[in-house]
Every structure is written in C-alpha cells, then in structure tokens.
C-alpha cells in the first residue's frame, strides 16, 4: 500500500501569498458542481479503515491513475462533489484528495480516455488506485457533467441556473457564434432586452445590476459589435452560473443577479490546437504544458472580418461601413504542490465600428487576473485573487464643424481574500474580505479630421472605492433539511479628487441654482455609504425528489449604469455613487417548488419573487449625458419592484433532452419628485423600459451517433413598453409630436424559431463538427424598435415604424475542429 | 447547389445589414398603434422678431393622432415688452384663422417679452419671459441644384432634380448672442391658364409663400466650437417641380435665439429624428414655455428671436436641368389642366398678395 502524501504547503511563494497578506482575500474555489447521473449508479467503495473512523475528521486519499497498459496518466483530473475537492495527477500519475470523512461521488476524466466515476465512502486515509481506458471523450463534455443532476431538489440556493460550455455549443448560434448570454435568456427569469441582443434582464431587474464576473473581474462590456456578439471565446470557458434568487455572501455589488463565469486551465499534459471559422469571425486556442504535470497555458484569440462581408453590400452605407473586433486570452496555471495552484490571466477585447461617414465608436477592455489557490490545512481553502481591469469607449463623429471623439475611461483594482471552511460535511463555511477601487479617467471631447472648432474638453470622473466583509455556512441541519444563511457588509466612499456642486436649497436641481461649490483633495472622502447585507435561504426536502425552498436577500449596488436608451450601447457611462446619486438597495423573495421525477430525468420547478428597489437611477426628459460637469442635474432617482412567477420544466437524460420555461414579470418604477421637473409621469408607477409580462421559451435537443445533434428553439415574449406619439401640433411651421406619458404604451410581441444541425467527425483524424445553424427559422420580422417618423418628405404627420432587423431567416456555418 | 445559392445570397444581402443592425439600414413596417385620444390641448406658438411681418402668435386645439391642430379665432392676444411695459395686440388674420398678428411692430433687440392670451371659453394663459438677443449676425445665401435619389409616399424610389440651400454666416461677438437657428420661406408665382376669353380678361397670379424643408431643424450653438464663422451649411432642400415654373424668391432667415429656445428646437430635432436605433433619445414631451391655469398641459412655445434674412431669386432659366412638368400654359388641342391652372387659390397657402420685395 502506497504512502500517503502530506498535505502541507511545499512552496515558500505560496505561503508568502497566503500569510504575508492576512486580512486580505482568499476565494471561494470553483462552484462548478458535478452531476450525478447513471453513471454513479455503483456500490460505495470503503475507503479507510473504519476502526480509525473519526466522523467529520479531515483524511487524505491518494492513488495513482493509470492506462490499462499500467503507464501513468499525467494530468488526468480526479475530482469530488462539485470540485470541492479535486486534483490533477502528477507525472507519476499521483493525486491527493484532502477531504472530510463522508459520502463521494468521484469523477475521473482524462481527454483520450473514458470516464470513471466512483462512489467513495471516506472513513479514513486510504489508497485507491483508478484504471482508465481509452475512449473518444473530449474535453468538452467534461463540462456537461458540471452539475448534481439532482441539485435541482438538493441544492440549498433557489434560483440557480447553471449551464455548461457544451450544453450551449448544441444551441442554435446567430451568425455561428455560441453566446452565453443569449443561452441563458432562454431560462426562466431572463430575457434579452431585444432581438438579437447579448444584454439581459434578471427577474425584472435592470441590465446594470447584473453582476458578470469573469473569474473573479467584474467586466463593464460583455459583448462584442453593438451586443450582437459574446465578447467570451467559448474554447476558454469552463462553465458558468447565474444566481438569480439568493446570492452567495461572497458576492455583492450588484443588486439583481450575478453571472460568475469560469475559464479553464490549459492542459497540463500534452499540447492541442482548437478553433473555428464562421462566417464573420474565426477563433483559435491552443493549450499545453509548459512545464509538464505543473505549469500549462491556454491562449486563444478571435478575430471578425465583418468588413469583407460589409464591403460587399449593395446599400453604399453599409459598404461604406466598417466593423471589425478581436478578443484574446492568455492563461497560465502553475502548480507549486498538489495543494496549491496558481493562475494568470489576461483578457482583452477591441471594437471597431463605423457607420458610413456617420459616427463610429470604439471600445476596448483589458482584465489582468490573478489568482492563488490552496489548501491551507485539512479543513480550509483560502484562494487570494487580485485584478485590474480597464474600459474605454470612444464615440466617434467624424464629419461637420463638430468633429470629434469623446472618450470615457473606467479603471479599477479588485482584491479578494476567501476562505472555504468546512469543519464537518454539515458545514460548508465561506468568509472572506474584498476591495474594489474604480478610477475613471475625465471624460474627454477632442476634435479630428481637422475640425479645429471643438473645444477640447475634460469632464472630471468621480473615484470611489468600495469594501466588503461577509461569512456564510450553508449548513445541513438534517437530511431533508438545509439552511444556507450569509451576512455581507458593505462600505462605500466617494474620494476625492472632486468638485461637488451645491444647490440652493429648495430649488430644482439645476445649473442655474447652485449656490455654492466645494472642492475636495486627492484621496478625502466625500460621501460614504454602508450596510448590511443580509442573505438566507432554506430548504425543505418534502420527499427524496421534492423540496421546498425560500430565500430573501439584500444587495447593494455602488455603481451605475449611466444609460438613457433600453439597449446598451458601447459608450455607455458608468458612475460610481457620490452625493446625489445613493446606491441602489434591492432587497429579493423568493419560494419555489422543486420535483424532479423519473429518477432524476425530469427536472421541474415552480418559483415565486418579488423584488424591492430603492434609488433607482431615472432620467430627465432629454437628459444629457456626455459632457456634463453636474451630471446630477440629469438624473432623478426612484424606486421600483418587480414582482412574477416562473415555470421550469426540463428533461435531462437521453438522446432527446430540453427544457420549457415561462416567465411571468411585472416591473415598475415609481419616480415621486417635489414638483413636475423631478417627477416622471406625474409620480405615478409606470412600466420600466424591459418589462415584458410573459416569457416563454422552448429547447429541444436530440443526439445522434459520431456527437452529431439537432437544436430546436422557440420563444416567445410579451413587447417592450412603447412611449407613442398621441398627437402632433406645429411650431414656427415645423411639426411637433406629442409624446405619450413614459412608457404607456406596447411594443408588439416576439416570437422566433431557431435550429442547428451538427455534425460530428467530418475528418476522421481529426475531432472537429460542423454546425449549420438557421437563427429566425420562420423568418419573422419581430420588432427591434418601434418609432415614429414622416413617411415622405412632404407628409408632416409622423407614423409608427416597426424596426426589424431580421426580416427573413439567417443560416450560419461553423467549422469547429480539434488536434 | 440552390440552397448554397441561397446561403450566399443571404450572406450578401442580409448579413450586412444585420452586422450594421438593421437600426442603421433596417427593415421598416408601418404598424398600427392603439392611441388614447388626446384631442383639445391647447396650442399656443409664436415669435417676436426685429422683423416686423415677422411677428405672428399661433392658437389652436390639438385634434386626433393623425392631424394637425384646430386653428382657434377669437382669441385675445397681446405680446408684453417687459423692458419698457408696453403691450402690443396682435389681431387675427382674415385669410389664415388662428393666426394673429400685430399691426406694424418690429421688436428691439434686448428687451424681455412674452405673450398673453385670452381664450374663449377656456381662460388665460402667458409664456415665460424671453429676451431678445443682441443681434442676429450676418448672412449670405447660396444654392445649388442637385439630383438624387427620392422616395414617395408609396415607397417608389427615383431619381429627382433638388435645390439646396446654403448659408454662410457670422455670429456676432454681441454677448448673449450665442445659439442661432435658421429658417427658409419661399414664394413663388403661380398664374393659372389664360384661357381664350372675348373680354380679353386675364386671371390674376396667385402669391404662394409657405416654409421649406420645416422639418430640417438647422441650429448652432457658439458654446461648444471655437469659431463664430459658418461657410456653406445646408439649410434647406427641395425637390424641384412645377413651383419653379415662375419666379421662385427663397428667403432665409436667420435667427439669434435664447438659450432656452435653442433647447427647445434640440429637443424638437431629437423627436424628428428617430432611427429606431439604440442610440435614439428616448422620446418625451416636448416641454415648452406657455402656461395656462392651474396644471393644464399647454404645448408650444413663444420665443423672442433677432433676425437677419437673406433673399435670392430663381427663374426657371436658372435650371441646369429641363423641368418635365405640367404648366399651365394654354393650347387649342389641350383638353385638361391640373387644378392649379384652373384655379390658384386652391393651391395650399396662396393668395393674391403680393409683398412689395417681389
């Protein structure tokens, strides 16, 4: 029998990191799950030595993985509950699992190879040895096994929704690239803020309070070419989850949802190439060792050449236009020991966009991640993670007296410290402290083209920095009982340097009443906010396939999304609260019912939410956003609630696989001001621009042989609110319209079809698929907008329009392969 | 080989268009919308101008979705110079009901005004108070005829003759002289058929004068570009038809207006200007500067503008181009004329007076 491994720290570096930063950050490690399917349909294997059974107690297990030729698997992954517990096996084919005494599922995958999956009870320190065979698994569908397939009774937390990287790549694409963003509006409580569009919506929450984290960063732009594109690769991504009902303490800053998405680590045994050509863009990755068995890389880059498309249409706008974007990614891993890891990352994003001799834009993000993870003893996983990320976007208009470009810059450093405890398996702790400072650039207005009439300008940017302590235990009170409870505080501070404008007292908010000014130095703090932010949620198992669940929480949020339109457009401001502009609190409900049934092969869910929000940002009619040195002037602030029910149905196992979703959404904003200038629709509640009362979407996929399947999606969704013209009167001959009170009218309703065909092993030596896709099957011509305008030059009267952009279905062709 | 066909015809045609987002070159569908009726706010609009003819106050009732607003008669106005206390009334038109004007008044540059009115029926309403900027600039008009492509009402596209204006301008170092607008009123000469007649009675020529391009809002604003001179801004275009069959007199006025009129015309150019586009201004009520009693919604605004105007003439010899129209010139064999020849006071906004300058 083998000996066992110590668990202690071997790298001097990791300890450094860890010790020498106390009362900073450590994360939580991955909350990636996984799934238990027929695959764990096996007899417990004894681990251990029951007469050393200390119940609770930390144990190490430890074995070697080998081929059925006997030679070692470098590499392979072998990994425990959820990846609570998982390790890598070394050059010997060596892992380590320290873990608790108790009850495992375990998954051994290793590309080349078949899965192993395991049943281990864990009652002391012991030796199991894994034999893997051959097969044709990919990489991929390690990722489709990232959650308990039962998680959808058992797990605590209600409005989870989780989907993997493969689960997606199945879904039917828009011009061939898969999009996580649009894949989860397909869920129950998220929709698209329009058609074609990568923005979302959680639960009648707005776009900015979606909290999307790439690993730990938070990102300011997660899409590509307007919004019609992912801005992630989807050859780095791992798997992703979005809290939409309670949110773990560990997260915060957001006062909707969090989308916390996870790139892989490269291969740390052997090299490969991976990629694929689409009809506007082409990505490429490549991955392997460095250092085998301890140090890998994956780099992967995409690029778009939309222009050679543009350039071929007959419209001379159009063809007179230019887009183009790249992303990249870099990532290295290195092991120091089998108890810690560490990984750099670097991600960055670029557009480019001219319309004609128009306007244009640019926009570009960069995020340095690092991270250091590690077992700091038997029981605890501290992971240290700091980040800088950069957003700039450029608007462009290039023609007249007023040719310009004005750009906003946002800077910010996120530090984390999170420690996962779990002194026994009925308590799984996390606590930890973040620190983020965001450090916009001033807003900047130059001229070009050699328009020398713009002023050139500077609009200084408001620095704030924000803190954060919290704890949490997701304890297993009984069997059939769980409680998930978490408490998060919150601390805020406007710094300076800044310039606050006071206004007298009484009046409205405008330029022409400040009465007096005050500047504030370098680093002085201007306004602080705090507060608690409390999280709970519970669940009672009914029976083994059915619970009940509840959850309330409260989340701040800091920052804003300073955007006057019902897209995101790419030069949209973000800004950090100060004086005039408190945080937005939200305080969340919800109760669902979960049933799963056939043995875990149907998944089903019926939840209930209601949603309170306070400080709601609102605008001014005609607010003016650039430029503004008192931008507080422009902006109202309201509150709002969003209140509904969701359905979920879903089949999990066999060939044919999918789910039904329906959503149900009322939300409202309510902006009550002192007089009409500080009141929208007289102070009246009024639809909020993305409430769309029923959602309804559709997935079919069926697998064939040789990894070939067919897609099938179908939604539905009620219109987006509509401000219309009512009637219309002339001023000094021109034609006025008379716009409804805001939002008081119905967009019309959408509805699509898409579906893809795969095909799998075009090439015999190589892994590769082909993906044709037709996205708006039936070739609706659902509304992007609807607006007014005179249907011909002579005609005063302005009539409604409806915008669509797709007007007739829209195939795409992938090539994916694999070396 | 025919869906491959069709794949790349999609590509070429469709993708394009979707990678620019239809917003920009999308597809348009007229629809209808379910519209509460908002018929009978009162509308009130007008100027004050160092221009004497130039000072006209509107009055009228909103009407459905798809018209314009009722001209309302009888209304008391009067426009209040603030600086010296002195009220001006403003009368009727006979030929153009709702529309008042004063007798002989021409406004002074710096003095505050605002208008008052007295509705029948329905009480007292007042604009917020205006000054009159210091001085309106220079200008020099220009023009050029161009073709390009035209849609119509029916969504036929062709390509047709057009007159675009020009102006070049110069704002005044005057303080208070700071935003500037442009408006472009054309007159022209309509003379219906001469028909054979024993008395040898000729029928007189209508006087048409109306706005061109009111829609194309033309404004500058001197607190955000360095310079006070503007070379060839397009002001005005319009099509070229029958109306350039006679003396054409395209008039161009320019106007140094308030801060507070000027953002009322942004505004107004954000409304009319829609694309359907995420980068579109969320649409709102225009908010003007005329109250009436207690909340009542009043639309429209009265401003006090200091013009300058700049006129030139055309004659169709000036066209660089044939003018395939209809005229109204009378021959034995020809069996039928358009209306206007037979009767040019049908034509919109005609009448038989003829200003002096023509």
Known sequence: MPGLKSSTWKHPLTLLMIMGLTGLFLSAPTTAQQKVGDEWNVPYTMVGDSADLVEGSMVTVTGTIRGENGAPISGATISAESFKHFDHADADGRYILNMPTGRYRVAVRHLGYKHVYMRLRVISNGVVDITMEEGVTSLDEVTILSRAIDSNVKESLPGLNTLNVQEIKMLPTMMGEVDILKSLQLMPGVSSVGEGSSAFNVRGGRMDQNLVLLNNTPLFSTTHALGFVSAFNQDVLEDFSL????????????????????????????????????????????????????????????????????????????????????????????????????????????????????????????????????????????????????????????????????????????????????????????????????????????????????????????????????????????????????????????????????????????????????????????????????????????????????????????????????????????????????????????????????????ETSAELFYKKMQNLVEYKDFAQLFLNNHLETELLTGRGRAYGGELYIRRLKGRLTGWISYTYTQTQVQVQGSDETTSINSGAWYASNYNKPHTFNFVLERKFKNNGSFSLIATYASGRPLTAIESSYIVNGTVIPVYSARNAYKMPDYFRVDASITVGNVFRKIEDSIVFSIYNLFGRENAYSVFYQRPAPNYFIPKPYKLAILGTALPSLTYNFKF | MRILQRYLHVIKCQLPRIILFGALSGCLTPIDVNIDNTSGIVVISGQVSNIADQTEVQVGLTADTDRLPFPVSEAAVNIIDETTGESIALFESSSAPGIYHPTNYAGVPGHAYHVEIELPQRGSYRSETDVMPDAPGTIQAGYEFKVQSYTDFDGVVSDQPFLFVYVDAELPEASGSQYLKWNVDEVFLLSPTDFPDPFGNVPPSCLVAQRVDPQRVTLYDGTKVTTRKIDKLLVAVRIVDWTFLEKHAITVYQSAISARTHTYWHQADLLSNQTGSIFDTPPAELKGNVHGNGNERVFGLFSANAQALNRFFLYRSDLPFPLLVTDCVYAAERSSYPDRCLDCTSVRNSSYNRPDWF
């Open chain 1, 243 to 602: 809290y939409k009902g309670n949110v773990p303490a560990e997260y915060g800053g957001r006062a909707s949802s969090v989308l916390q998405i996870n790139t892989r680590r490269g291969a740390f045994d052997k090299w490969s190439l991976q990629g694929g050509i689409g009809p506007i863009s082409s990505r490429i990755a490549v991955e392997g060792p460095i250092v085998p068995g301890k140090t890998s890389l994956l780099a992967a880059g995409r690029g778009s050449y939309a222009n050679w498309v543009l350039h071929k249409a007959n419209d001379p706008d159009v063809s007179n236009s230019d887009l183009s974007f790249y992303d990249g990614y870099l990532g290295l891993s290195h092991r120091f020991s089998t108890n810690s890891i560490a990984d750099v990352s670097f991600y960055a994003s670029h557009d480019d966009f001219r319309f004609s001799d128009q306007f244009g834009y640019r926009y570009n993000n960069y995020v340095v991640d690092a991270r250091l993870q590690a077992l700091a003893d038997r029981k605890a996983s501290p992971v240290f993670s700091l980040s800088y990320g950069h957003f700039s976007s450029t608007l462009i208009d290039p023609n007249g007296l007023d040719a310009s470009e004005l750009t906003n810059t946002m800077n910010y450093l996120v530090a984390t410290e999170n420690l996962n405890y779990e002194p026994s398996d009925k308590h799984a702790i996390v606590a930890g402290i973040s620190g983020t400072g965001y450090f916009p650039q001033a807003e900047r207005i130059r001229g070009i083209n050699g328009a020398t009439n713009v002023s050139q300008r500077e609009v200084p940017k408001n620095n704030g920095i924000e803190l954060a302590i919290y704890a949490g235990d997701d304890f297993k009170v009984t069997e059939n009982f769980s409680v998930s409870f978490g408490l998060r505080y919150s601390y805020y501070a406007h710094l300076g340097p800044d310039t606050v404008f006071h206004y007298a007292d009484g009046s409205p908010r405008l330029p022409n009443n400040i009465a007096d000014t005050t500047y504030h130095d370098g680093g002085e703090v201007i306004q602080s906010f705090n507060g608690l932010e409390p999280r709970i949620s519970a669940r009672v198992s009914l029976t083994q396939n059915q619970s009940i669940k509840v959850s309330y929480n409260r989340m701040r949020q800091y920052i804003h999304l300073i955007s006057n339109t019902t897209a995101p457009t790419p030069v949209d401001l973000w800004q950090v609260s100060n004086s005039y502009l408190p945080p937005q609190v939200a305080d969340n409900y919800s109760i669902g019912y979960f049933l799963n049934l056939n043995n875990n092969a149907w």
